[in-house]
């Protein structure tokens, strides 16, 4: 049954760009060219809907998702009632994710949330009540059923005042969700993903916690054990009481991530915070382009293709902003996920 | 001062004039010293001004790692997250340096920025944050600098003026009526003198 899906996937993948393509569109001279550039591209139906040559971000946004959106609606469709249900938590669970992230950041600083900064998704937290919230108790109410663990999360936020704890912790619950559901279909190849990306992702919070110095171990380690993957058990053992040098080098200890451990001690040392996210994200990157070449026929190669699209959707962004401010192409290149 | 210079030709005129000289002298002195204090201060400053190349260098630096953050992250991202940092407080307080008013510039609160949940953002805006006080803070040495030195041409004017016209014309006039009194004193030595003799001479022919 999911052989159409696989196949519509197929036929996405021969669209997707490739780092020449990317090195193209960052050379385009202007926003302008960058538009007419990409008509020739997979999103040509969609620039073609666009109001302006040169649109506001918002709404090249919205334009962008909504062109992925379609996307997973036509792959969702032939997948079995089970992958679907999968597909959703896990796929659309991200993107909601995005827009929790970005209302609790709003609400904690008084500011309202508008539809136009929100993507329009709903897996469990409608747009409209999200925008509908006025302070951060009414979020974590609205939260609290879908996503159980922000009641406790809130609780520590208020102690330490860190926003980061709420944020990691709806993460997890998510993570949970999506954990929960392949373990019940036994999706062998999706777990196997997902551990890697929990991996990646435990990485990226514990680099962040223990770069606020002044945090104990004793409140963020509870949150960090929620995102088990191969990647933390071989490193929670060593992250009490180490600077996180120490701690991105103990990675190199595990043989496919050494290359990922010299990168961000480099990093680290430059302080150079705003590419571990880059680098973080070009590891699953990197893995979802394996999985596309070794499983070709499976249904994991719907997920993947979605991944990679999302992936490419947020670099078309980040190229289309560069144009915006002005940047040479050369800056932008470190900071695309390719 | 003028109606000084234009007294009467007394010996009570050259003593005010005297007092008034040993004045302009005395206070030329003491704005010297003044002056020499305010060079100093403005001298000091000034090297501490020079760090503001350093300064503009690093704001640079850090505009271009801000467009970056801001492409990377996004409007929405940036919006959201920088809203979460609480901007530094200042207290400005004057204080008098040689009676000269300057502004000195505290911190009474820093840049809060530990509420951004983004590792990369939360030390880019810390960053910022530091530059930013300490551009604040040489914007206040800088305000120093320019009290000092409005001072500074007020005392060099009114010392250029003691010492090229005053004390001179007070000299000048001090000279005049000495050797006018002295000519006076002459003149009356002169006359008594005549009159001793033609009482003498009554006094023979009698």
């Known amino acids: 049954m999911s052989i159409y899906s696989i196949v519509r996937a197929h036929a996405t993948k021969i669209k997707l760009l490739t780092r020449e393509d990317y090195k193209k569109l960052a050379k385009a001279e202007d926003a302008r060219t960058l538009i007419r550039l990409l008509r020739d591209t997979a999103y040509g139906d969609v620039i073609e809907k666009l109001p302006t040559e040169e649109p506001d971000y918002d709404v090249f946004k919205r334009v962008l998702y909504e062109k992925y959106l379609n996307l997973y609606k036509t792959l969702e469709m032939g997948v079995s009632e089970d992958y679907r249900s999968f597909l959703r938590e896990y796929i659309l669970g991200k993107l909601e994710l995005e827009n929790i992230r970005y209302s609790i950041r709003m609400i904690i600083t008084n500011r309202r949330i508008t539809v136009r900064n929100i993507l329009p998704v709903r897996v469990y937290i409608s747009p409209s009540s999200l925008v509908k919230v006025k302070n951060l108790r009414m979020l974590i109410t609205l939260l609290e059923r879908a996503y159980p663990s922000v009641k406790r999360a809130y609780t520590l936020y208020r102690k330490l005042m860190i926003p980061d704890i709420l944020e990691c912790s709806i993460e997890a619950d998510y993570y949970d969700r999506v954990e929960k559901e392949i373990s019940r279909r036994d999706l062998d190849l999706e777990g196997k993903l997902l551990d890697e990306e929990k991996g990646l992702r435990w990485l990226k919070w514990a680099i962040n916690f223990k770069l606020r110095g002044d945090l104990k171990p004793e409140d963020y380690l509870p949150l960090l054990n929620r995102f088990s993957s191969t990647l933390s058990s071989k490193l929670t053992p060593s992250i009490i009481g180490v600077d996180v040098g120490t701690l991105v080098r103990e990675i190199s200890s595990i043989r496919k991530y050494r290359s990922l451990s010299l990168t961000l001690g480099s990093l680290i040392s430059r302080r150079e915070y705003m590419l571990i996210d880059v680098v973080l994200a070009s590891v699953l990157h990197k893995v979802l382009k394996e999985y596309i070449v070794k499983e070709p026929l499976n249904v994991v190669y719907v997920t993947s293709i979605l991944l990679l699209v999302e992936i490419e959707v947020r670099n078309i962004l980040t190229i289309y902003l560069s144009k915006k401010v002005g940047l040479d192409w050369r800056e932008i290149l470190p900071y695309l996920i390719v | ?206």
């Open chain 2, 1 to 206: 001062m003028s109606r000084v210079l234009r007294s009467t030709i007394s010996s009570g005129a050259l003593l005010e004039l005297r007092r008034q000289l040993e004045l302009a002298n005395r206070g030329k002195n003491v704005l010297e010293m003044k002056r020499d204090q305010l060079v100093k201060e403005v001298y000091g400053l000034i090297s501490e001004v020079s760090k503001r190349k350093e300064l503009e260098k690093k704001l640079t630096t850090l505009y271009s790692k801000i467009r970056k953050a801001y492409v990377f992250k996004g409007p929405d991202s940036i919006k959201s997250c920088m809203g979460l940092s609480k901007p530094p407080e200042f207290r400005i307080l004057y204080k008098s340096f040689l009676g000269v008013r300057i502004p000195e510039v505290k911190l009474t609160s820093s840049y809060d920025v530990e509420q951004i949940p983004d590792t990369g953002l939360r030390e880019l805006a810390r960053e910022v944050g530091d530059a930013l006080i300490e551009l604040v803070l040489l914007g206040a040495k800088e305000a120093t600098i320019e009290h000092l030195s409005e001072e500074l041409m007020y005392v060099n004017r009114i010392v250029n003026a003691l010492e090229r016209k005053l004390l001179p014309q007070l000299r000048e006039r001090i000279r005049y009526i000495s050797i006018r009194l002295q000519e006076k004193a002459l003149e009356e030595f002169v006359r008594i003198k005549r009159t001793r003799d033609k009482i003498q001479k009554v006094k023979k022919e009698k």
